[in-house]
């Protein structure tokens, strides 16, 4: 076998403001399809607990869809579909999909978070005369807040790795930057090495905010 291979780790640095604009767009792709699935999520997460059969069974079916079908199915479908009917472009096809494959998994952990309060604690509310609303919005939230956000901030750092699969319609991030410096230099394991690192930075940063989000809530309790 022969592992006669030069590297040249030079090109990095030459192309490093390329990168690191490709990172930057990751990060703004991820935090805007957060904040579009987040209220999805909820709307579709109280949907699943609904006592209205129409209303269970929408939540249900749109989450089930959402979670069974792959991302980079979902990214064509709505690029090529509704990008020609609605003229939505590979940046905001992007973003459209990831908050609806994301909003069904933030659903499912919306749904556990409440439903995880002990059911005395509604129970209780109501007694003392509040409505179903002030109930769920000063006793049962409150609560609920603090048991998702861990899984909900571990979810953030999975929807940045699923960013890499927009550069398949043409979604300008880090993954399709790379794509376009490994076509210009012919150096693929020195710019995916790259990538790989920045990808590592920036969900292995995430993980240690979420640690210590989570040692913070336990000395709060």
Known sequence: MNFDFNFNW??????YDILLEGALLTLEISAISLLLSLPIGLIFGFGRISKNKVILFLSSAYIEI??????????????LGLGRMFDVGSFWGSIISLALF?????????????????????????????SQFQAMRYIILPQAIRRILPPV???FIILIKDTSLVSTIAGVDLTL??????????LPMEIWTAVATLYFIITF???LLIRFMEKRML???
Not at 103 to 128: C, T
Not at 177 to 186: D, E, M, Q, Y
């Open 66 to 79: 959402m979670r069974g079908v792959p991302l980079l199915v979902l990214l064509m479908w709505i690029y």
């Open 153 to 155: 901030a571990s979810q």
């Open 10 to 15: 030079r090109v990095i640095w030459d192309n």
């Open 102 to 130: 994301e909003g069904a998994f933030l659903a499912e952990i919306f749904r556990a978070g409440v439903q995880g309060v002990p059911k005395g604690q509604l129970e209780a509310a109501r007694s003392a005369g509040m």
């Open 219 to 221: 000395k709060n309790e």
């Open 177 to 186: 930057k790379a794509k376009n410096l490994v076509s210009s230099t012919f």
């Open 205 to 207: 940063s995430l993980s």
